[in-house]
């Protein structure tokens, strides 16, 4: 079955420790996308990858890195520059980059900081 | 003031129900606009998609856009306790060399009642 996986499903982060969270697809989407989402706020836009090799920032990328060297892969890293990371973190995809087509999404990934 | 408001809720409905559910927006260059339910620690999923104004219909499930007024409904008819869910509503636009950035409601939780 096609579609997008994250892992892992709960991660705990110490004070000043680095993260990644792993997002891959079997879609053969061209764009891939990381949101996080906070109780009542909905989904923010962290970083956005519409080709292999490049990348944007979102709405709220500092703190954060990513790298797209393959299409299907999409890691965000937290970084210790984030001071307020814990969060539900989900990746997505759509088709293209440039044109406005259902996205699908991850189970998630919930990042606690301890 | 958010580009994108929806009422949190909760709103609580007796199973079969008519649920209506309503996001406004400010920025008129919005074309798409989509329903997404989420269920509790799981990945958002697309329910409706339309374009511009109109309705949309599937299954008990009714979409209406009124662009005039910038003012997006999802009706459920029928409403059953798996409806249960948050609905989140999104939308953008297609910007010249830009990407499919979907901006968020911050979702209304619903719970239909047995």
């Known amino acids: 079955d096609g579609g997008i996986t994250q892992s892992p499903k709960y991660l705990f982060r110490k004070e000043g420790q680095n993260v990644t969270l792993s997002c891959e697809q079997n879609?053969?989407?061209?764009?891939m996308y990381w949101y996080r989402q906070d109780p009542g706020q909905g989904l923010r836009l962290i970083y956005y990858?519409?080709?292999?090799?490049?990348?944007q920032k979102g709405d709220i990328a500092e703190g954060y890195s990513v790298s797209r060297e393959k299409k299907e892969s999409f890691p965000l890293t937290v970084t210790s520059a984030q001071k307020n990371p814990t969060a539900f973190y989900l990746c997505?995809?759509?088709?293209?980059?440039?044109?406005?087509?259902?996205?699908?999404f991850g189970q998630g990934t919930r990042l606690t900081v301890v | 003031q958010k580009e994108v408001e929806q009422d949190p809720g909760p709103l609580s409905v007796p199973e079969g129900a008519i649920v209506s559910l309503n996001c406004t927006y400010s920025?008129?260059?919005?074309?798409?606009f989509m329903w997404y339910r989420q269920y509790s620690r799981k990945g958002p999923e697309l329910l409706m998609y339309?374009?511009?104004?109109g309705n949309k219909e599937d299954g008990r499930f009714t979409a209406q856009v009124d662009k005039s007024s910038k003012y997006i409904s999802l009706f459920i008819r029928d409403s059953q306790p798996s409806d249960s869910a948050t609905y989140l509503c999104?939308?953008?636009?297609?910007?010249?060399?830009?990407?499919?950035?979907?901006?968020f409601g911050g979702g209304t939780r619903l719970m239909v009642k047995p």
């Open positions: 339309t374009y511009s104004s």
């Open positions: 920025n008129s260059a919005f074309q798409y």
């Open positions: 879609l053969n989407h061209d764009a």
């Open positions: 997505a995809s759509t088709p293209s980059g440039r044109v406005n087509t259902e996205a699908f």
């Open positions: 999104a939308m953008s636009a297609l910007y010249k060399n830009a990407g499919n950035m979907l901006t």
């Open positions: 990858s519409q080709i292999v090799n490049d990348f």
